[in-house]
Structure formats: C-alpha cells, structure tokens
C-alpha cells in the first residue's frame, strides 16, 4: 500500500515536471508593433506609417497598422484593441495633445510602451519617447524664404493648421517670430484650413472674393499650401508666391513646376524608423539610452535643390531599411 502510494507520488511529480517543461518549450508571446496614425489620405501620415511598418518588420516584428482619423475617440477604441491583441509597443501620431493623455497612460499601466512621433503630448513621464521635428526651427527657415522671395514687403495670407493640433500653433509662432521683423510686411488673413487642400481651396476663393492684391501664401502645411496653389491658379494669379511644410513629394513635385516656390521637409520617415529601433531596444533592454523628449531639425526644399529628397527624407536616408 506504501510502495504504491509513493509510485502514484512519483507519476503525479513526473506530469507537473513535463506540465512545466512544456510551458518552457511554448513558443513566446507574438511579437506585435502597434502603429497608430492619422489618415493615410495625407501622404505625410502615409509615408511614417509605411516607414514604421516596414523597420518594424526588417527587425521580426508583426505589425497592426490603424488610423485615428485625428478622432481621440477612436484612438482610445484603437489603443485598447491594440493591448487586447497582446501588442508589445505602440508608435502613435496621436489625436491631440490633451485628449491623447488618457490613452498613452492606459497602455504604460499595462506595461506597454508608447514612442510618439509627429506629435508630442501636453505631459511627460507617460511615454517612452517623444520624437517629433523640430517645428520652430522649420518654420523659421520657411518664413526666412518666404520674406527673401517677397523681397520683405507685401501683403500675406497666412493658413493655418488644426486648432487642436500643438504643431500648428509653433509653427505659426515661428512664421509670426520671423515676420514681426519686417514691417513693410502686412498680413491680409489668418484663417485655419485645418490641414485639409479642399478647404484651404475654399478658404483662398473666399480671401480672393475680398481682394485679390495678395503677395504670398505661407501654409503650415503642404497640403494647404497645394490647395492655395490651385486655388490662385484658377484665379489667373500664378505669380503669388506660395511656401509650404512637411516636404511632402506632391509638394516638390509643385516647386519643380513653379507652382509653390519653397517647403520645409519635417524627415518623417527617419522618426518613425527611429521610433521602431528606440521600441526594438527599449523591448530588450528596458532602456532606449535616449531622454523621452526628442527633436529633430527640418530642411529648406527649394527649386535649387528639390532632387535631392525622396519621400519625407533626403534621397539617401528614403532609402534605409530601418537596421
């Protein structure tokens, strides 16, 4: 009675010892990157999505690729899919600087690090990183350009990004910071196009309507700045000189047809494939080596030296694999 009770002992150590060396030989956790953007409609979101995508899956990983819509809603909806489906990073260009807090705290409570590009959040110490470009700086050069092309006086547009959007009011700062200097410079409107080509068209009719002794168009950004292009166009007004932001390739493609006369290129593609690696090593070390808060300078892209840039980046960095 004793032998049998200590053999059942033994078959009953033998099975927990194989439960647990079967736990040992499963194969680990998925390895999946979460990329969360705003609409790919806008080639600038598209180019750092496709960028962080492609760097995530050259160092092994499996990806989700969403898009907000710039809807915090949504983004919060999109965040927790991605923590359900077991997500080991999230990259987020986020959907407003305040009303992203909420989400990129939800993912750190449950151990999952958030690297933020494009856009910074109006807090610190919930995110790993914060990668964004240098927006100040690029829009002073944009502004810089625009005053040598005016010849320092003029009158001006001025269209300005989403409201919500904490890029849109540096980069305005910037423009303004450069401008205030020239007093023969006078500003006709400031009016918010929201990001969007269709409504800066529409906006630009409506300022036409007024007056058509318009000088310049400084956009904070380029899709603003193409849909003020044609809007001029269309108006029999070609000589306006137009600068743009983001470096966006339909953009360059307009400097080299003397449509828009500069951009500043912000290198979308380098961040995103700079917040894959800073993930990839924050993953297997518990550390990126880098502080969270992380700028990165723009470039002039003029007609002299438009051929030099790919898509959001200078032709040799476009090229990169993410490694």
Known sequence: MRRKSVRS??????????????????????RLIAIVTPAHDNPFF???????????????????????????????????????????AIILDNAGADA?????????????????IDRELNATGIAT????????????????????LLGERG???????????????????????????YPDLVAAARVSANWSQT??????????QGSRKIDGVLAGNDTMALGASAALLA??????????????????????RGEIRATVLQPAAPIARSAIEQADLFL??????????????????TPENADRFGIFALKREAAGTGR
């Open 46 to 88: 598209k180019a750092e999505a496709e960028a962080a995508d492609a760097a995530a899956r050259a160092l092994g990983y499996e990806t989700l690729v969403l898009s907000h819509d710039d809807d915090a809603s949504r983004q919060d909806q999109l965040v927790d899919s991605a923590l359900a489906k077991g997500a080991a």
């Open 235 to 256: 108006a029999g007004l070609p000589k306006v000189i137009v600068v743009g932001f983001d470096g966006s390739p339909d953009a360059i493609a307009a400097i080299r």
């Open 155 to 181: 009158t001006y547009v001025e269209l300005v990004g989403r409201e919500s959007d904490t890029n849109a009011a540096i980069r305005s700062k910037g423009y303004g910071d450069v401008l205030r200097k």
């Open 284 to 301: 297997r070390t518990g550390s990126t080596g880098r502080p969270e808060k992380q700028s990165v300078d723009c470039l002039l892209v």
């Open 199 to 208: 409504e800066a068209f529409q906006k630009m009719e409506t300022i036409l």
């Open 129 to 148: 990183a914060q990668i964004v470009s240098n927006n100040y700086q690029g829009a002073s050069l944009g502004a810089q350009e625009f005053v040598r």
């Open 100 to 116: 992203s807090v909420a989400a990129v705290r939800k993912a750190k409570e449950a151990g999952v690090p958030s690297f933020l």
């Open 9 to 30: 002992g033994v078959a009953v150590l033998l099975v927990a010892l194989a439960g647990i060396a079967g736990c040992r030989a499963a194969p680990p956790t998925k």
